[in-house]
């Protein structure tokens, strides 16, 4: 998702609170930054915000940080926080390229990605969100048992994602290729932005959740 660049979003973000600035300086401290020391869990990729700000609404036990690469969403996001105001909820505005240059060893408990980008090329396949080498970053931070939970209606990259949960010797705990159709997994189910869009199409939404130990 990528909206046309909205003018004075780089300097909006830049004086948010709502942002971690320099999230590197963080990488350990969560808990500090938080004040407390709830889990942690993470969505890669929130777009404007909806999924993650709703959790943070209903689980004031959870810590919450959103990941965005482009300032032009982030914004939406941080305008709804402005509104919310949850303490459970920060934002970073960085490409998940770099995650473990932010999280600590068994910093966080839990993954969200939804609808990522399918960078449906076979060159771009380690630029996917599910892919191997993401796998292999997400191990540096999660704790043993942390999850990564996974939607989207891209039936090749869900396909893709389940092979590479399997390579990467993760336990794949729960799967369904048609979420809203599916009483056990769609129980408490938050809707994300492209969900709601795609799922009005009539198009099935896939899940899965793995664990990084098997
Ligand atoms: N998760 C939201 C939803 O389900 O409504 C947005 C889905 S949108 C298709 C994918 C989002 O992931 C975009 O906002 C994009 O900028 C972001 N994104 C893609 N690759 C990313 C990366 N490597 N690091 C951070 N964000 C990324």
Redesign the pocket.
């Known amino acids: 998702?990528?909206l046309r660049n909205i003018k004075g979003s780089r300097e909006t973000i830049g004086a948010s609170d709502f942002v971690v600035h320099e999230a590197e300086q963080q990488k350990g401290r969560w808990s500090e930054l938080f004040g407390n020391d709830h889990p942690i869990h993470v969505?890669?990729?929130?777009?404007?915000g909806?999924?993650i700000s709703e959790l943070a609404g209903l689980h004031p036990e959870i810590n919450y940080i959103g990941?965005?690469?482009?300032s032009s969403?982030l914004v939406r996001a941080i305008e709804k926080q402005s509104e919310l105001l949850y303490p459970n909820l920060k934002f970073i505005r960085?490409?998940?390229?770099y995650i473990t240059g932010v999280f600590a060893p068994d910093e966080v408990e839990r993954i969200y990605?939804?609808?990522?980008?399918p960078w449906p090329k076979d060159r771009h396949a380690r630029?996917r969100?599910t892919s191997r080498e993401f796998l292999a970053r997400y191990e540096q931070f999660l704790i043993p048992d942390g999850r990564l939970e996974f939607?989207t209606d891209n039936r090749d990259l869900f396909e893709f994602s389940l092979e590479e949960v399997e390579a990467a010797g993760w336990k794949l705990l729960a799967c369904t290729r048609d979420l809203h159709r599916d009483p056990e997994l769609c129980r408490d189910n938050v809707m994300?932005?492209?969900?709601e869009?795609f799922s009005s199409m009539g198009n099935p939404i896939h899940k899965l959740i793995a664990c990084r130990i098997g």
């Open positions: 998702m990528r969505e890669i990729g929130m777009g404007k909806k999924f990941i965005e690469k482009y969403v960085m490409d998940a390229e990605l939804n609808f990522s980008d630029r969100l939607k994300t932005e492209y969900e869009r």
